[in-house]
Structures are given as C-alpha cells and as structure tokens.
C-alpha cells in the first residue's frame, strides 16, 4: 500500500534564520580497490522549527551526509575531505563548524546527543539488547544532564508517555527484544528528545514499520516538532512521507544535490530529469495508469571517475554537454535550484 506524495499547502512564508548550514561537504572513504566519494559537494541548509526533507535512491549519499554531521565517520577508512558543517546554537550568533571539532572530544560529544540527536533507520540494531529500555534512555539523559538516577529515571518515563507507548511504566522494565518494531521506533525517538535537542536527524524512520505504524510515527513526529520547537532533517527514499512532513526538499543523486526547492515545488514543477523520474515511479492513490514508469538503469558506483553529470547515462534528455562537463547548481526560480544543462 502507498501513500498519496500529493503535498498540503505551500508551507507558510516565514523569515527563518539556519540553524544548520553545510557547505560543500565532502566525505570519501579510502580502501584498496579505490576511493568511494559517498558525499561529493553537497550544500544544505536546514532553518529552525522547519523540515528539510532529503530523497534519492539508495547510494546517494544521504545517510553518510548526516552521520557526517553527526561526527560519526569511522577513521579509518572514512574522512570528511572538505567543506563546513556549520551549527548555530543561538539565532543569528556564530556557527560551530562541526567539522573542526575533534569526534571524540567533549565538544563534540555534548553536541551530539545533546543538541543534535539522531533517529536510526532500524531501532533493533541501535537499542542495546543487554540493557532495559529505561537504563538506555535514562543513560542518555545522564550523559547530558546533571540529574540523579531518579530524576532520570522519571524523565524517561515522561519520555515514554510522551512517545504514546503503551504501559509506559512496564516497558521501562523491558528489553528490546519483547518490542514491537512500532514501540522500539517510539523508544529511539523518546531517547533521541530526551534532551530536547535542537536538530533530530530522522534517518528513514518509518521504512520498517507497516503503513499504519507509519502514519502514527509521522504524527507523533509532527507533535513533538511543535511541542519540542526542533528542526528536523528527514532522510528517506519514500516522496509519500516527505510529502507529509517536509517546509523543503533536496533530492540527491550519487553524493550531490541535484535540485532543492520547497515541497510544491518539487512535486508540482520539478526540474531535474531524475526528480521527474523518482515522481513517475511511485504509485498515487485515485491516479488510473497503466503502468508505472521506471527510471532505467542504475546508480553508478560511488568510486566510479564520472566526467559530466552523473545522471547523464539514465536521462531520457542527456546531450552531448552533459557528458562532457558537469553542471552547476543554479536557482532557476525563486527558492529552486537544479544542476542540469536542460536550463
């Protein structure tokens, strides 16, 4: 079953300041058989108490540009090579470049967690199943907050009553294993606002839950945006949630953004061939097709030497530039920008 990607309204017109910037970030990993660019260049800028939804295919880049945020690039192999991940604790007041801080320095180590929290893509592996779910998310307040184990320990079950889980007071008690996948999702998301963080990165939350789970996750999310006044970065491959969730989008191909614009625009005027072709592809509710339209071929290899755009071997509108030399992102309207030589 899948989700209408028709969005709401254009989200209101709001002077927002940034309170995360990333300015041409790259992020490779160095290995024997070669160099794999996962992050080559990307600009994001994600404003305060907004949305910024980020889509592509698997292998795009998108999980590795937020576990750059987070500092959490294993070296060896991986390194952030250039660029500047720019954090604005106070509205207007200078940035922290992440990048500049030592991942494993205290610094970085009450930022993460603290102020920028993150939620997995699959809980069963981010929960410790040799601890209760109370010690862990408990573990997490502690490690940020000077409270007593019992003042912990009752912020975690406030945590877990404001996630909706049922039996609060039990599962505290309980260990990964004796969750559903739903109850493990709301168990990271009550451990990633446990210190009300300013950033929760979102990576592909929903992606093992059933529709139903899913559509509860989203709302939950919804209302603790607003009650926690955070900025979300969502990460995720399914345009129906970014539909419902996302101010803004940035759609990555092979480590690039290849067009950003707000959710309007990219359902309803897209610019870049392979955003058209991701619309294409997925099914819409009341939409009579005979079948749905794939996009050919696949997503190079991110250590492949590509000269010219990277899309150009699976765009329907390739010419003879695109092959040759790469194109730059531009703002062809207001607040969108594409990198194609169509424009």
């Not at 880049?61 to 991986?78: D, E, F, R």
């Not at 940035?250 to 480590?255: H, K, S």
């Not at 050919?296 to 250590?303: D, F, N, R």
């Amino acid at each position: 079953m899948q989700q209408s990607v028709a969005p709401s309204k254009d989200p209101p017109v709001v002077a927002r300041l940034p309170i995360l910037e990333i300015k041409n970030l790259h992020t490779y990993f160095f290995q024997e058989t070669g160099t794999v660019r996962a992050v080559r260049g990307v600009n994001l800028r994600l404003d305060r108490q907004s949305v910024l939804g980020v889509v592509g295919e698997s292998g795009c880049g998108k999980s590795i540009t937020a576990m750059s945020v987070m500092q959490l690039i294993k070296s060896p192999p991986g390194r952030i090579v250039d660029g500047e991940i720019l954090f604005y604790r106070t509205p207007g007041g200078p940035p922290v470049n992440l990048v500049d801080l030592d991942p494993a320095g205290s610094e970085m180590r009450q930022i993460r967690g603290g102020e920028i929290a993150v939620i997995f893509q699959e809980p069963m592996t981010s929960l410790n199943p040799l601890f209760s779910i109370g010690r862990q998310i408990q573990e997490a307040i502690q490690l940020h907050q000077p409270v007593s184990d019992a003042q912990a320990a009752q912020q975690a079950l406030a945590m877990l009553e404001k996630v909706q889980i049922s039996e609060p007071r039990r599962r505290l008690h309980q260990y990964p294993h004796q969750l559903s996948g739903g109850m493990r999702q709301r168990v990271m998301i009550a451990m990633a606002l446990s210190c009300n963080p300013a950033i929760l990165i979102a990576d592909e939350p929903t992606t093992a839950l059933d529709v139903t789970v899913q559509a509860q996750i989203l709302e939950l999310m919804r209302q603790l945006q607003n009650d926690f006044q955070s900025s979300i970065l969502l990460i995720t491959h399914n345009l129906g949630v970014v539909s419902q969730m996302a101010d803004h989008v940035a759609v990555m191909y092979l480590g690039q953004v290849v067009e950003y614009g707000t959710v309007r625009d990219i359902f309803h005027r897209p610019l870049h061939p392979y955003t058209e072709g991701l619309l294409k592809s997925v099914p819409v509710l009341g939409r009579k097709t005979s079948a749905l339209v794939p996009i050919q071929g696949m997503v190079p290899s991110a250590s492949a030497k590509i000269q010219g755009c990277a899309f150009a071997a699976r765009c329907p509108h390739a010419k003879k530039i695109c092959w040759e030399e790469a194109p730059v992102q531009r703002e062809l309207a207001p607040g969108h920008q594409a990198a194609c030589w169509l424009y």
